[in-house]
């Protein structure tokens, strides 16, 4: 290990200790995790992509890292990692590999030692906000802003092709598990990529999926969105994806002070369900410009943001959490079904 800082804007400095790999300066928004497990699946969720992120949590990595099939994506997609205390040793029957070690070998900096309690208490009260991770006395330089991350796929890729109603699944940075949710379904599965034309093709419905960002640099995504509303057939978004539609429908969307992530947070449903589900956003939509013919769903009761939408006559509808979990609690995997009931 060697000595290493971890910069926030606003002033605060924490010192550390990171790998002796490690070299150079890492920059991104530093955001929090509160998850107790799960480590695996966040670091390879797209929706982090472009963050640093710390995990609240003061042990990660004991149980290793388990093999491509609980990946969320093909890859690492955080920036950077912050953790309190990094397992050196790992202890599970399906993990190939430490935490580390995977870190490592997709060139992932880490920063370990550091009081996350107090960064966390840090950004509950400044905000979320642009950080580095920096080794030894170099001087850190903090971008102004961050560039977007696009973890779209780059061309069409067909699921389940043997099957006759075919659902096209818009991938803004789709986690694998909502892939794997609507393949448990028997409909064909067409991903596309985020900016994709879809409109004029036979389809039965559409999911818009999760992603990293403001909703409003998905200008192109949007704009096709607001066609497939016109269209009236089914649209369901999760995530960023609610984010779009909502922008579609003619809402408008705003940042978060720190935003959700974790598997804990609560949600009502229209006053008569209490929902735990797992959550990882920055941004929301602002419900006093939803338009009339659209309403309110599910509400965060937290701070009351929203999380969930839907068109009062049309099977148009979306929510801000993640319905696929993983990592997560299970409660709205039903959402799915309801979905696929529409087409």
């Known amino acids: 290990m060697q000595p290493s800082r971890l910069v926030v804007r606003g002033g605060l400095e924490l010192d550390g200790f990171s790998p002796s790999w490690q070299q150079g300066q890492t920059a991104g928004e530093v955001v929090f995790n509160t998850g107790m497990t799960g480590y695996v699946e966040s670091l390879s969720d797209p929706s982090y992509a472009g963050q640093i992120l710390v995990f609240t949590y003061p042990l990660i990595g004991n149980y290793g890292v388990t093999s491509l099939d609980t990946w969320e994506s093909d890859r690492v997609q955080v920036s950077a990692v912050v953790v309190s205390e990094v397992s050196l ?74 099957q006759h ?50 909703p409003l640099d998905y200008s192109k995504t949007v704009e096709i969105a607001k066609k497939a509303l016109e269209l009236g057939r089914p649209v369901f978004g999760i995530c960023l994806g609610v984010q779009i539609i909502g922008l579609a429908a003619g809402a408008k969307t705003y ?11 609560p949600c009502m449903d229209n006053g008569e369900h209490c929902y735990i589900t797992s959550q ?28 969930g939408i839907r068109h009062k006559t049309k099977p148009l509808f979306g929510v801000q959490f993640h319905p696929e979990a993983c990592p997560g609690p299970t409660d709205t995997a039903w959402l799915f079904k309801s979905f696929v009931d529409l087409l």
């Open 280 to 307: 990882n956003h920055g941004y929301a939509i602002d419900a006093r410009s939803l338009p009339s013919s659209w309403e309110v769903t599910f509400r965060n009761l937290n701070d009351d943001s929203v999380e």
């Open 255 to 265: 940042k978060l002070p720190y935003g959700h992530r974790g598997h804990n947070q």
């Open 89 to 162: 040793n790992y202890s599970h029957a399906g993990s190939e590999e430490s935490l580390l070690d995977w870190l490592k070998r997709q060139n992932v900096p880490l920063i370990t030692g550091v009081d996350t309690r107090m960064l966390t208490k840090y950004l509950r009260t400044k905000g979320t906000m642009i950080g580095a991770i920096t080794y030894g006395n170099s001087k850190v330089n903090l971008p102004q802003k961050l560039p977007v991350s696009k973890v779209s796929i780059a061309s069409p890729r067909t699921y389940n092709p043997k």
């Open 165 to 214: 109603k075919t659902v096209i699944l818009v991938d803004c940075g789709t986690k694998l598990n909502i892939l794997r949710s609507l393949e448990s379904y028997p409909i064909k599965i067409k991903r596309v990529p985020a900016d994709y034309d879809y409109t004029r093709e036979d389809y039965a419905g559409v999911v818009i999926s999760n992603g990293p960002g403001d």
